[in-house]
């Protein structure tokens, strides 16, 4: 089983900045990719940022340019920077990983989140 332990979030002004970080522990073989997502009120979840243990990254287009995701292989953890943030941005935001526990058995797992509410 593989846990995810989220840190960062809270209230943030408008065109601050904020930074979260995320840190897989369990019974880990092999990390495929992490990342994070968000859901606002009444909306569905949608993709911020992933990055894979390539190190290719993939952005919603919404924060494209004024955030950065970064990732420790040694650590299995993931970290993300969002800049200029704007009321929009208001959500909970949860990581999320995948890799393989053992040969050919996957992993999916997700944090409980983080809420991150922008004020204005």
């Known amino acids: 089983q593989v846990q995810l332990m989220e840190s960062g979030g809270g209230l943030v002004q408008a065109g601050g900045s904020l930074s979260l970080s995320c840190a897989a522990s369990?019974?880990?073989?092999?990390?495929?990719?992490m990342g994070w997502y968000r859901q606002a009120p009444g909306k569905q979840r949608e993709l911020v940022a992933t990055?894979?243990?390539?190190?290719?990254?993939d952005y919603a287009d919404s924060v494209k340019g004024r955030s950065t995701i970064s990732g420790d292989n040694a650590k299995n953890t993931v970290y993300l920077q969002l800049n200029s943030l704007e009321a929009d941005d208001t959500a909970v935001y949860y990581c999320?990983?995948?890799?393989?526990?053992?040969?050919?058995?996957?992993?999916?797992?997700w944090g409980q989140g983080t809420q991150v509410t922008v004020s204005s």
């Open positions: 999320n990983a995948r890799g393989y526990f053992a040969i050919g058995r996957i992993f999916d797992s």
């Open positions: 369990g019974s880990i073989l092999r990390m495929v990719a």
């Open positions: 990055i894979n243990a390539g190190g290719a990254r």
